[in-house]
């Protein structure tokens, strides 16, 4: 079945400086999606990306996916402590099950403040 | 609007003991999902429905069994739990459409199994 893979899995940062987590398929994606579970929380939707290439930008968040639709990332200026959390990606390749999705394992993100 | 609801939200079992977990979306969600979650796992998909009446395994079925008589009603059955089934349980909904629809997540069930 379709495989993402997500690194790094942990990730400490102080206040202010800038985090990124990359997500990488071997099979070309329809889409990908990109959710935040804050500790104790329940995973929250944050975007999709669907284009080739595509940027969309949340604020301090920029999510990027790969021109060949194989990789993404989420690159987060200036953190603040708000930003602690558990973010995943989330992705449904061609020709798989409608609506099912293949979560990466996560970035665990700490802020020091 | 209360979006995913999950019941109970905390049980302690005994190994052998059986329960269900409830869930219900209030979305009108063709889609629903169970998945169990552990450190450094991720969410793990266990069984997934499409639509009333249907059900369809997903990662990791073992051990579980799940029904959708309603389409607003998602049930997560272990018919004799395990030590190894301690997790967190969640619940999720989605929307039919092109290509993938973002999931609505219940607040979880934290289970142990003792």
């Known amino acids: 079945g379709q495989q993402v893979m997500q690194i790094p899995q942990y990730q400490h940062v102080q206040e202010g400086e800038d985090f990124t987590t990359y997500c990488n398929s071997s099979t070309t994606l329809s889409n990908i999606q990109w959710y935040k579970q804050r500790p104790g929380g329940h995973p929250v939707f944050l975007i999709q990306?669907?284009?080739?290439?595509e940027v969309k930008k949340q604020k301090r968040l920029t999510f990027q996916f790969g021109e060949a639709k194989k990789n993404s990332s989420l690159h987060i200026t200036a953190t603040q402590t708000t930003d602690v959390g558990t973010y995943f990606c989330?992705?449904?390749?061609?020709?798989?099950?409608?609506?099912?999705?293949?979560f990466g394992r996560g970035t665990q993100l700490t802020v020091w403040p | 609007n209360a979006g995913v609801t999950q019941t109970p939200k905390f049980r302690v079992l005994k190994t052998g003991q059986s329960m269900t977990l409830l869930c219900a979306q209030d979305m009108n969600h063709e889609y629903m999902y169970w998945y169990r979650q552990d450190p450094g796992m991720g969410l793990r998909l266990i069984h997934y429905?499409?639509?009333?009446?249907?059900?369809a395994k997903g990662e990791v079925p073992d051990g579980y069994n799940v029904s959708r008589l309603k389409k607003q009603n998602f049930l997560l059955g272990l018919e004799s739990a395990a030590p190894s089934q301690t997790s967190v349980y969640f619940c999720?909904?989605?929307?039919f459409g092109t290509g993938s629809q973002p999931q609505h997540f219940g607040d979880g069930t934290r289970l142990s199994i003792l």
């Open positions: 989330a992705a449904n390749d061609r020709g798989s099950t409608l609506g099912r999705l293949y």
């Open positions: 990306l669907v284009k080739s290439g």
């Open positions: 999720a909904s989605s929307s």
């Open positions: 429905s499409v639509g009333e009446g249907t059900t």
